[in-house]
């Protein structure tokens, strides 16, 4: 299924201009997979080719994956920037603002995103955490984000899961499990690990 394909280029081989036109295509709230670039110059790299190639002074993303993949990264790159420590409720705040622009698709940036943090957080855990201490309002904007998330999670442990869900349970949002975990954990690259 093309909205699970995972990307081998290391994050630092692609170029910023291609993470932030990207990120542009994105922002339009569109499916778009080409932008015009002005300078072309710094995309010449075998590394990305899997992910996008030039034509004339136009960047052509290989697929709406490869251009949320480049999304997610110049997001993480931006998280990098910041001077102060990330919170999980920040980390989620993103996520959900990248899911605002892609509510039509099936590949989601926001998920990509916090699939990439995921090598250096626990997406799961950190879930049930906010959900414990959330309003019932952000609830489902958390749920909606992990569920976006876990085809690309680094790790989805069997009892974080339980522990989401049960948090969310206790927060009286039974019905979002069906469509915000189930259906996400139901593609075939996506499995827990015991």
């Known amino acids: 299924m093309q909205s699970h394909i995972h990307f081998n280029a290391k994050l630092e081989e692609i170029p910023h201009e291609v993470l932030r036109l990207a990120f542009e295509l994105h922002s339009q709230r569109t499916d778009k997979i080409s932008i015009e670039a002005l300078d072309t110059t710094s995309f010449a790299s075998p590394e990305i080719s899997e992910i996008c190639h030039i034509e004339g002074n136009e960047l052509i993303f ?9 999304t997610a990264v110049h997001c993480l790159r931006d ?9 999980v409720r920040t980390i989620f705040d993103k996520a959900h603002e990248l899911w605002t622009k892609e509510i039509i698709y099936d590949d989601f940036a926001s998920g990509r995103f916090l699939g990439l943090i995921s090598t250096k957080l ?25 569920g976006n998330a876990l085809p690309f999670l680094a790790n989805i442990d069997i009892e974080d899961l339980i522990d989401l869900v049960e948090a969310q349970h ?11 975990l189930f259906t996400p954990m139901s593609a075939k690259d996506c499995r827990p690990t015991a």
Do not use: W
């Open 62 to 70: 290989t697929s709406l994956a490869a251009r949320n993949h480049c």
């Open 79 to 87: 998280f990098g920037k910041s001077e102060l420590p990330l919170d």
């Open 170 to 180: 206790l927060q009286r949002f039974p019905y979002l499990l069906v469509t915000y």
């Open 122 to 146: 626990n997406i799961l855990k950190a879930g049930y955490d906010s959900i414990s201490a959330s309003n019932d309002r952000s609830i489902s904007d958390i749920m909606r984000s992990i």
